[in-house]
């Protein structure tokens, strides 16, 4: 697996617990669901689905949302710390190098 695989089924285990984690607070991110998606057929594309890496991500994204979502409403129980750890979430997605055409 060379770093461009890596970098792109990191990218989706954060895309995915930040979708997860907000699903369980009630809240419903419909960009987070399009870059989501994009990220998961470039996956498909590349046939990274089908790798111990992918398996492992599933796992630990629903580990990590269950945990955030949780933090989120200890911290904060009329859901307004769902909004920092959205706008994180987006940060580091932000952060990220630009996508390159297939």
């Known amino acids: ?4 695989d890596s ?4 990218r989706f285990q954060s895309l995915t617990t930040g979708f997860m984690a907000a699903k369980r607070l009630g809240q419903w991110r419909p960009d987070l669901a ?5 990220t998961w057929v470039e996956l ?22 269950w945990w955030l979502a949780g933090l989120t409403r200890l911290s904060s129980p009329d859901s307004c710390g769902a909004l920092s750890l959205f706008k994180e979430i987006e940060c580091n997605a932000a952060l990220r190098p630009p996508q390159q055409a297939a």
Do not use: S
Request: net charge positive; charged share 40%; glycine share 2%.
């Open 1 to 4: 697996m060379n770093m461009d």
């Open 7 to 10: 970098r792109i089924i990191a």
């Open 34 to 38: 399009d870059e989501l998606y994009r």
């Open 44 to 65: 498909e594309q590349r046939g990274l689905k089908k790798t111990p890496e992918y398996r492992n991500v599933m796992l630990r994204a629903d580990r990590q949302a």
